[in-house]
Structure formats: structure tokens, C-alpha cells
């Protein structure tokens, strides 16, 4: 039963809610009360996330089923009941409130924020091409937001807008993975994901192409503008910009030769390339802003 529960919250996705630190690292309110402040909103996303991943297994447990992937999930192959599944959620969803409240007002409002726009991504949004991804985006803007307001801290424009290109081409590229999936499936789309008929894998590929060119350009701009030289004293970040530049092109590869994208946190883990240009861009930024 445990294990049907872990699979079911999916805390392999709890790398996501990184996005919280973001503006905690390039601000540079680095204090342990600061820091502190950010675990918790973390740990609040962490549960309000896996809330709402219960919820759509929920909701979508019978078109699951008919998924080649998906109905291995827990509750569409019947290993946990839907009574167990929703009391589940409304644990975690409680508990995220409880954590949020121990922050901020700010943050507890983020929390509920995204728990609603999900619910309406769950019921009726993740229908409508192109706005499902953008919803999916919101969710990681929220995040940074909660890292940014909800900690007192002003946001950059800068990272607002990398934020949102970098998950507008994670976003395509999950949906590009399930079309995929389920191309030599066409009688069974509309139990998958009926968003996908309103897709074809030339508009994916071209809205990714969109996205990762945004994310790129905008981060590179980013670190050479003369606001955030003046901010961090130092015109070197331009120098983290090849790591982000080779995690985007690797990633975009794996999606081509292997069975990627449907899930970015296990593909993050699997794959060593993108794992170390992470952690590369990590050290090298932090050592920059030291």
C-alpha cells in the first residue's frame, strides 16, 4: 500500500518546486531566516502538488486506462480505491495549508492559487490547445512568486520572463512526448488526452523551437544587462549561459532518441549529461554571486 501511495504523490516531481529558490539565489538573501522561510513554502508546494497530482489520477482514472503509459498509475490499475485516493488529497491539501500559513500571507495565497487553477485545469482547461500548457507554465510562475512576494523579496521582470519561456518549452515538450505515445493509437485519443487531436508533432516541434529560442535569448540577456551587472557587481554571469544552452539542446535530443518528456523530473535524474549541466550551472552561478 505505501508503495501504491509514493507512486501515486509522485515525490520524484518534488524537484519542480525548486523554482521557490530561484529568487532567493539570485537576490541573495541567503540568511538562515530567509532560507528557512523558503523550505517551508517548498514543503508547501511540495504538498498542495501531490494533492493535485491525486486529484487528476482522480479525474482522469478512466481515460488512464486506455493509456499506454498511464494505466499502470495506482489508481487506474485499481491498487488504491478512489475513497483512499481523495482522502489522501485532502490531507496533503490540508497540510499545505497549515505549512503555507507558517510563512506568509503571501505564500498561503499562492498555494490556494494554484491548488484552484489546477482544479480548473483538471475539469476544463487542459482541453484547449496551447492554454493547457500555459496553465501548466502559471503553475511554475507561481512558484517563483512565492519565492519572490512571498518572501518579501521584490521579482525580477528577468526571471519572470526566463521562468516562463524555460516552462512553455518543458510544457510542449511533455505534450509532444504523449502524442507520441499514442500516434498509432488515433481510436484511442480521445480517451487519453483529448487536447492532443488539436496538436500535430510539426506544431509541437515548432512551438518548441519558440520556447527554447525564448528561454535561451532571454537568459542571455538577462545576465548581461546592465541592471543585473549593477545588482550582482559583476559582468561574469554571462559565463553560466553555455550550461544553459547545452541543457536545452541535450534535452531536445533526448526527446528525439530516447522515450522522453513525459516525465522531466525522472528524465533530469536519468540522464547524466543534463544532471551535471545542472549542477554546473548551479556551483558556477552561486560561486559568481559569492
Not at 487553477?117 to 511554475?140: M, P
Not at 507561481?142 to 512571498?150: F, N, W
Amino acid at each position: 500500500m505505501y508503495f501504491y501511495i509514493l507512486r501515486l504523490i509522485r515525490p520524484h516531481q518534488w524537484i519542480k518546486n525548486g523554482f521557490v529558490f530561484i529568487g532567493v539565489l539570485f537576490a541573495k538573501h541567503w540568511d538562515v531566516e530567509t532560507l528557512t522561510l523558503a523550505g517551508l513554502a517548498f514543503l508547501a508546494f511540495c504538498a498542495v502538488s501531490s494533492a493535485v497530482y491525486v486529484v487528476n489520477d482522480i479525474l482522469d482514472v478512466e481515460a488512464d486506462r486506455q493509456h499506454p503509459v498511464k494505466k499502470n498509475r495506482p489508481l487506474a490499475r485499481g491498487s488504491i480505491s478512489l475513497t483512499t485516493a481523495w482522502l489522501l488529497a485532502s490531507l496533503l491539501f490540508a497540510l499545505s495549508l497549515a505549512i503555507a500559513w507558517q510563512v506568509t500571507e503571501w505564500v498561503l495565497g499562492f498555494i490556494v492559487a494554484y491548488a484552484l487553477l489546477n482544479l480548473a485545469y483538471s475539469w476544463r482547461l487542459k482541453h484547449i490547445a496551447v492554454l493547457d500548457v500555459f496553465i501548466i507554465a502559471t503553475g511554475f510562475m507561481l512558484r517563483i512568486l512565492a519565492g519572490t512576494v512571498g518572501l518579501g523579496i521584490p521579482p525580477s521582470s528577468w526571471l519572470l520572463l526566463c521562468g516562463l519561456m524555460l516552462t512553455l518549452f518543458l510544457g510542449f515538450a511533455k505534450r509532444r512526448a504523449e502524442l507520441l505515445a499514442i500516434e498509432d493509437l488515433p481510436g484511442d485519443r480521445a480517451m487519453t488526452r483529448r487536447v492532443l487531436d488539436d496538436y500535430t508533432p510539426a506544431t509541437i516541434e515548432q512551438f518548441m523551437a519558440i520556447s527554447a529560442a525564448c528561454a535561451i535569448l532571454a537568459y542571455s540577456l538577462y545576465t548581461v544587462s546592465p541592471e543585473t551587472v549593477s545588482r550582482h557587481g559583476t559582468p561574469n554571469l554571462i559565463y553560466t549561459v553555455p550550461f544553459v544552452i547545452y541543457g536545452i539542446l541535450r534535452y531536445i535530443l533526448i526527446l528525439h532518441t530516447r522515450d522522453a518528456g513525459h516525465d522531466t523530473a525522472r528524465d533530469l535524474y536519468s540522464d547524466p549529461h543534463i544532471l551535471l549541466t545542472v549542477t554546473g550551472w548551479a556551483v558556477t552561478t552561486v560561486s559568481l554571486l559569492l
